[in-house]
T-cell receptor, first 111, second 113 residues
Framework: GQNIDQPTEMTATEGAIVQINCTYQ??????LFWYQQHAGEAPTFLSY????GLEEKGRFSSFLSRSKGYSYLLLKELQMKDSASYLC????????????FGTGTKLQVIP | DVKVTQSSRYLVKRTGEKVFLECVQD?????MFWYRQDPGLGLRLIYF???????EKGDIPEGYSVSREKKERFSLILESASTNQTSMYLC????????????FGPGTRLTVT
């Protein structure tokens, strides 16, 4: 079976750094996605980690530890527009077509 | 600009009706997906297709069927709509090789009364 856990809600201050954690238990792990979803909009791709370690893309970084079943998304220099839900998702064996999503973390950025 | 479009943004249907949700992508992607998104449950995969006329069940296929007659179009069919199928339905597409990201459509908010 698949199980993905991430916090339901987080609040952070504009300009600060926030880390959104995701733990997973899954059979046949391929890689881990992070998506951003603004209210009322479609999810948009942020990152895909296959190997252990940190990958940086501008203000956003994503980390993966396969042995621990753990990932985090790090957002730096928070902006008001970063207020959104952040979805952790795992791709399973047989290719990355089969993806299981977590329930998402709703991040509120406050002035 | 990559595009996934869905036939309706909002849809209201009655219990027992047959419902068609259409999705079209213009990126020549091999894979297409149907998800439903519900509060507290997240995105759940209903069906996906990796080629024309090919399909595989996702995690919650009961009560749904799909059709993919052309590469760019993937339809979700609710044979007999029920109130527990009231949800946001999201279509997505992706390549088989290269970047694994899925591109999502804007969603269809379906209400079954």
């Amino acid at each position: 079976g698949q199980n993905i856990d991430q916090p339901t809600e987080m609040t952070a201050t504009e300009g600060a750094i926030v880390q959104i954690n995701c733990t997973y238990q899954t059979s046949g792990f391929n890689g881990l996605f992070w998506y951003q979803q603004h209210a009322g909009e479609a999810p948009t791709f942020l990152s895909y980690n296959v190997l252990d370690g940190l990958e940086e893309k501008g203000r956003f970084s994503s980390f993966l530890s396969r042995s621990k079943g753990y990932s985090y998304l790090l957002l730096k220099e928070l902006q008001m527009k970063d207020s959104a839900s952040y979805l952790c998702a795992v791709s399973r064996s047989g290719g990355y077509q089969k993806v299981t999503f977590g329930t998402g973390t709703k991040l509120q950025v406050i002035p | 600009d990559v595009k996934v479009t869905q036939s309706s943004r909002y849809l209201v249907k009655r219990t027992g009706e047959k419902v068609f949700l259409e999705c079209v992508q213009d990126m020549d992607h091999e894979n297409m997906f149907w998800y439903r998104q519900d509060p507290g449950l997240g995105l759940r995969l209903i069906y996906f297709s990796y080629d024309v006329k090919m399909k595989e069940k996702g995690d919650i296929p009961e009560g749904y069927s799909v059709s993919r007659e052309k590469k760019e179009r993937f339809s979700l069919i609710l044979e007999s709509a029920s109130t527990n199928q009231t949800s946001m339905y999201l279509c997505a597409s992706s390549r088989t090789s290269g970047s694994p990201e899925q591109y999502f459509g804007p969603g269809t908010r379906l209400t079954v009364t």
